[in-house]
């Protein structure tokens, strides 16, 4: 998210929580003298503009509206002074900011910031398929001043799928600040990532991203696209498999994931852009193919304090899937760690 949508965001969020406030309240409605010879869902239209007509002609078909106390139809004319009951429903989109008793595992927490170290399989922001039971409803849940802040204060995103360190800002100037730093790309993102074949030595992925010209549900490296780099290390490497540490330049979605993939090593488990093992013994090849997401994990976050000044660090454990696999690993065989921290990492 860049600084113009943040302040976008800012500006028509109150708005938007009116809307979703009063979404659900019963309206009792008279029909003006001057709508005689409208149709139902054209006169409700006018009088309800916060709702699309599609939208009230799908609640007439289920009954959420009504003429006088009986059955309404969307093509019905109406001649003035009829009296209209509507029962409202709340599109999931409207709705999806609502608290819930989720459990977070927080790292910090400040009056101006928090870090949280979310698990795989936890949705970071409601969409599509998903509108309850992610990090935002949670967080709504555990820190209720929040939902005066856009996208709850969330400033960055992991994929579902993918675990380690978010910040989240409690304040307005504490989001801006924060936008800030990643526009200016001083955040500092460490990922622990266990990507398919034998990466020799360090290197970087500078490669432009963009929407994939086919399949617009995925990432891809493209000429038009917007700059990305990624820089890698190897930490540790296994029959088949490579543990690396990337470190994030910028920020584009599905980054890690797609410059991986770019140069031929995707990430083990990937369901979008990953790949088989090759050449390897059928338990290691097995053990690699049946990982069941993505093998990324945000490790280290570093910023500075938005209020305070001070440069911070945050580092998470290595979650118990990824961890139980790299244990798995080691039994097939494994090349030597670069240095005695990095070891240090790879088992916390």
């Given at each position: 998210?860049?600084?113009?949508?943040?302040?976008?965001?800012q500006?028509?969020y109150?708005?938007?929580?009116?809307?979703?406030?009063?979404?659900e309240?019963?309206?009792?409605?008279?029909?003006?003298?001057?709508?005689?010879?409208?149709?139902l869902?054209?006169?409700?239209?006018?009088?309800l503009?916060?709702?699309?007509r599609?939208?009230?002609q799908?609640w007439?078909?289920?009954r959420?509206?009504s003429?006088?106390?009986g059955?309404?139809?969307?093509?019905?004319?109406?001649?003035g002074?009829?009296?209209?009951?509507?029962?409202?429903?709340?599109?999931?989109?409207?709705?999806?900011h609502?608290?819930?008793?989720?459990s977070?595992?927080?790292i910090?927490?400040d009056?101006?910031?928090?870090?949280?170290n979310?698990?795989?399989?936890l949705v970071?922001?409601p969409g599509?398929?998903?509108?309850?039971?992610t990090?935002?409803?949670?967080?709504l849940h555990?820190a209720?001043?929040?939902?005066?802040?856009?996208?709850?204060?969330?400033?960055?995103?992991?994929?579902?799928?993918?675990?380690g360190?978010l910040?989240?800002?409690?304040t307005?100037?504490a989001?801006?600040?924060?936008?800030r730093?990643?526009?200016?790309?001083?955040?500092?993102?460490?990922?622990?990532?266990?990507v398919?074949?034998?990466i020799a030595?360090?290197?970087?992925?500078?490669?432009?991203?963009?929407?994939?010209?086919?399949?617009?549900?995925k990432?891809?490296v493209?000429?038009?696209?917007?700059?990305?780099?990624?820089?890698y290390?190897?930490?540790e490497?296994f029959?088949?498999?490579t543990?690396l540490?990337c470190?994030?330049?910028?920020?584009?979605?599905?980054?890690i994931?797609?410059?991986m993939?770019s140069i031929?090593?995707?990430?083990a488990?990937?369901?979008?852009?990953?790949?088989?093992?090759?050449g390897i013994?059928p338990d290691?090849?097995?053990l690699?193919?049946a990982?069941?997401r993505?093998?990324?994990?945000?490790?280290?976050?570093?910023?500075?304090h938005?209020?305070q000044?001070?440069?911070?660090?945050?580092?998470?454990?290595?979650?118990e899937?990824?961890n139980?696999?790299?244990?798995?690993l080691?039994?097939?065989?494994?090349?030597?760690?670069?240095?005695r921290s990095?070891?240090?990492r790879?088992?916390?």
């Amino acid at each position: 998210m860049d600084l113009e949508e943040s302040n976008r965001e800012q500006a028509n969020y109150s708005a938007k929580l009116a809307l979703v406030e009063s979404a659900e309240i019963i309206r009792e409605l008279v029909i003006p003298q001057d709508y005689a010879g409208m149709r139902l869902d054209q006169a409700l239209a006018r009088l309800l503009p916060d709702w699309s007509r599609s939208r009230l002609q799908k609640w007439i078909l289920e009954r959420r509206i009504s003429v006088e106390g009986g059955e309404a139809v969307a093509k019905q004319r109406v001649w003035g002074g009829e009296k209209i009951r509507v029962e409202p429903q709340s599109n999931p989109v409207e709705t999806h900011h609502a608290s819930e008793a989720i459990s977070l595992d927080i790292i910090h927490e400040d009056d101006t910031l928090i870090v949280i170290n979310k698990p795989p399989g936890l949705v970071v922001h409601p969409g599509s398929g998903n509108w309850q039971g992610t990090m935002l409803n949670a967080l709504l849940h555990h820190a209720p001043q929040l939902k005066e802040i856009p996208r709850a204060g969330i400033v960055h995103r992991l994929d579902k799928d993918t675990s380690g360190l978010l910040v989240v800002a409690k304040t307005l100037e504490a989001q801006t600040n924060l936008v800030r730093q990643l526009q200016k790309r001083l955040v500092k993102r460490d990922y622990l990532a266990l990507v398919l074949g034998h990466i020799a030595a360090e290197g970087s992925v500078d490669a432009p991203m963009g929407r994939h010209p086919v399949h617009r549900t995925k990432m891809a490296v493209v000429a038009s696209g917007k700059v990305a780099r990624t820089h890698y290390r190897v930490l540790e490497r296994f029959e088949g498999s490579t543990l690396l540490q990337c470190s994030l330049e910028t920020g584009r979605t599905h980054q890690i994931r797609v410059h991986m993939h770019s140069i031929g090593h995707p990430l083990a488990g990937d369901p979008m852009y990953g790949g088989k093992p090759k050449g390897i013994s059928p338990d290691a090849g097995q053990l690699l193919a049946a990982f069941p997401r993505q093998a990324l994990h945000a490790q280290r976050l570093e910023l500075t304090h938005p209020q305070q000044g001070k440069e911070m660090a945050w580092e998470a454990a290595v979650p118990e899937d990824l961890n139980s696999l790299l244990l798995m690993l080691r039994k097939y065989g494994t090349g030597h760690l670069p240095t005695r921290s990095a070891n240090k990492r790879a088992h916390e």
